[in-house]
């Protein structure tokens, strides 16, 4: 693979406008950017969680899993952010939602049911989840308001649904494997009458 980037800025975004890799010019705020953008602050955030991750692995070794699972998706958003960003290019799999699938599976045996609503607290590992898995709702939701205008392929679709389901069910996962007990809500309280 040769140089992707001979020049890091071109002054060709200006004038508010950005160039798709096929060539296509489109306004920065268009649907198709904003849905690359969003993938791009996910896998940003997940790199993030990833190096935190791997410090906190010498104190809890259980976590070397989470890293297992979540490093290729890194790789397959990127992938998925090509794909919007040359509309003819493929490059998701189906296996890759079923991957998905299966380490929540796995992960969900390990942690059982769900009693009570959590909130994104209790350790700095934990909330780092969370941020993530809140991102992956805002990228799917920015695919979907672009698939609304112009389908996308189902499976990055899948993918990036799976992907946040994968990352609750993580952070649950680092709090049992870090000791730390989940963050119950805890509804207010309801007025005298």
Request: some cysteine.
């Amino acid at each position: 693979m040769g140089y992707r980037l001979s020049k890091i800025y071109t002054k060709t975004g200006d004038q508010g406008e950005t160039g798709l890799a096929d060539g296509r010019r489109v306004a920065k705020d268009h649907p198709r950017v904003e849905a690359m953008g969003e993938l791009d602050s996910l896998n940003s955030q997940l790199g993030l969680l990833l190096a935190e991750l791997a410090e906190q692995q010498l104190l809890h070794p259980g976590l070397g899993e989470l890293s297992e699972v979540l490093t290729p998706c890194q790789h397959r958003l990127f992938d998925l952010g090509g794909e919007l960003a040359m509309p003819a290019y493929q490059a998701l799999e189906e296996s890759e939602v079923q991957r998905l699938e299966a380490a929540i599976d796995r992960w969900n045996e390990e942690l059982g049911p769900l009693q009570n609503f959590i909130l994104p607290a209790g350790s700095r590992l934990i909330a780092l989840a969370h941020v993530c898995r809140s991102q992956a709702r805002s990228a799917e939701r920015r695919c979907q308001q672009l698939n609304a205008l112009e389908p996308l392929r189902s499976v990055g679709m899948a993918y990036v649904n799976r992907l946040s389901d994968l990352l609750f069910v993580a952070a649950r996962l680092i709090a049992r494997r870090q000791g730390i007990a989940e963050v119950l809500w805890q509804a207010a309280a309801q007025p005298a009458s």
